[in-house]
């Protein structure tokens, strides 16, 4: 992607893992493609390369048996699969254009960011960055998305990468302020901002979220991830800066919520660290896996 440094998809979520398939899925931005690996422990068994249904496929979201795919180049656009006995079959009538008007030379903060369910499965949330400056929520139901989503817009935030906190907020990574927000999504679709707090560091853009409700937001250009709570209003405390190597990207929680694992792009490293009582963190390790400098995309069991 034209513009990024140590994220070549300039997105969150290009992995996504269903536990309860044993499936993995991974877009391939070069080929527009998706491919499907069937989880077998500690191995991977590759069992389906499929067509994003678009360009530049950069995020993907499951529920049930529901695929979404983000293609974020030619205006950009959401592609809709069912997954059926571990294979993912295209549903045309899925298919929503984004009209965003991105192209092959657009810079890193004119594609959209993410694409994830809401908690209960009922919402589909897009973010765009600075395409269009605004969170766009489907309705989604047995028979796919809404024709058209509800629009929120964020003149100036450059929404990236979102997670829900455990009151089922959504919260929102704000690259052009650097803050991390809260949001009530109306039944509707419509967003009401609840909460918000600066980082106080640079490139903020990724956020995951612990099982007790932690958040955990990556600063790519401070080398450093931030820890922060919320309340049931909706009020988003700061508790901390953690260092990290260069270029942190995307980070992913275990299943059972004792460690974090955070992707530094600029040399390609897996930071781990253990989540204390309270969401501080202490690093127990670092790997560099072979290739992966500007790679973006991570899940954990």
Same mark, same amino acid.
């Given at each position: 992607? !034209?513009?990024?440094?140590?994220?070549?998809?300039?997105?969150?979520? @290009?992995?996504?893992?269903?536990?309860?398939?044993?499936?993995?899925?991974?877009?391939n931005?070069?080929? *527009?493609?998706?491919?499907?690996?069937?989880?077998?422990?500690?191995?991977?068994? =590759?069992?389906?390369?499929?067509?994003?249904?678009?360009?530049?496929?950069?995020?993907?979201?499951?529920r049930? *048996?529901?695929?979404?795919?983000? *293609?974020?180049?030619?205006?950009?656009s959401?592609?809709?699969?069912?997954?059926?006995?571990? =294979?993912? &079959?295209?549903?045309?009538?899925?298919?929503?254009?984004?009209?965003?008007?991105? @192209?092959?030379?657009?810079?890193?903060?004119?594609?959209?960011?993410?694409?994830?369910?809401?908690?209960?499965? @009922?919402?589909?949330?897009?973010t765009?960055?600075?395409?269009?400056?605004?969170?766009?929520v489907? #309705?989604?139901?047995?028979?796919?998305?809404?024709?058209q989503?509800?629009?929120?817009?964020l003149?100036?935030?450059?929404?990236?990468? &979102?997670?829900?906190?455990?009151?089922?907020?959504? #919260?929102?990574?704000?690259?052009? !302020?650097?803050?991390? #927000?809260t949001f009530?999504i109306?039944?509707?679709?419509?967003?009401?901002?609840?909460? @918000?707090?600066?980082?106080?560091?640079? #490139?903020?853009c990724? &956020?995951?979220?612990?099982?007790?409700?932690?958040?955990?937001?990556s *600063?790519?250009g401070?080398?450093?991830?931030?820890?922060?709570?919320?309340?049931?209003?909706?009020?988003?405390?700061?508790l901390?800066?953690t260092? !990290?190597?260069?270029?942190t990207v995307?980070?992913?929680?275990?299943s059972?919520?004792?460690?974090?694992?955070?992707?530094?792009?600029?040399?390609?490293?897996?930071?781990?660290? =253990? &989540?204390?009582?309270?969401?501080?963190?202490?690093?127990?390790?670092?790997?560099?896996?072979?290739?992966?400098?500007?790679?973006?995309g991570?899940?954990?069991?």
């Open positions: 992607m !034209t513009g990024s440094v140590v994220d070549h998809l300039a997105s969150e979520g @290009s992995l996504a893992y269903d536990r309860q398939a044993g499936l993995l899925y991974a877009v931005a070069g080929s *527009n493609t998706i491919t499907v690996f069937s989880v077998r422990g500690d191995t991977l068994i =590759r069992s389906q390369v499929i067509s994003s249904g678009g360009q530049f496929p950069v995020s993907i979201a499951v049930g *048996n529901q695929v979404f795919v983000l *293609n974020a180049l030619g205006g950009a959401v592609s809709g699969f069912v997954q059926f006995g571990g =294979r993912l &079959i295209p549903v045309p009538s899925w298919q929503r254009d984004l009209g965003l008007g991105t @192209s092959s030379s657009t810079v890193f903060t004119g594609t959209p960011g993410q694409i994830a369910f809401t908690p209960d499965g @009922s919402q589909l949330v897009v765009t960055k600075g395409a269009a400056n605004s969170v766009d489907f #309705a989604d139901g047995p028979s796919g998305p809404s024709a989503p509800t629009v929120t817009s003149p100036g935030q450059l929404p990236f990468g &979102i997670t829900f906190d455990r009151y089922g907020h959504l #919260a929102l990574a704000e690259t052009g !302020t650097d803050t991390v #927000a009530a109306a039944p509707g679709g419509t967003l009401t901002q609840l909460g @918000s707090a600066a980082t106080g560091q640079a #490139a903020t990724w &956020i995951t979220a612990a099982p007790d409700g932690t958040l955990y937001a *600063n790519a401070s080398a450093s991830e931030s820890t922060l709570s919320t309340q049931p209003g909706g009020a988003v405390t700061l901390g800066t260092p !990290t190597d260069a270029g995307d980070a992913t929680v275990s059972d919520g004792q460690y974090l694992y955070v992707q530094a792009g600029g040399a390609g490293n897996v930071d781990a660290y =253990r &989540i204390n009582p309270g969401g501080s963190l202490t690093q127990t390790g670092s790997v560099t896996v072979p290739g992966a400098a500007g790679g973006e991570i899940v954990a069991s």
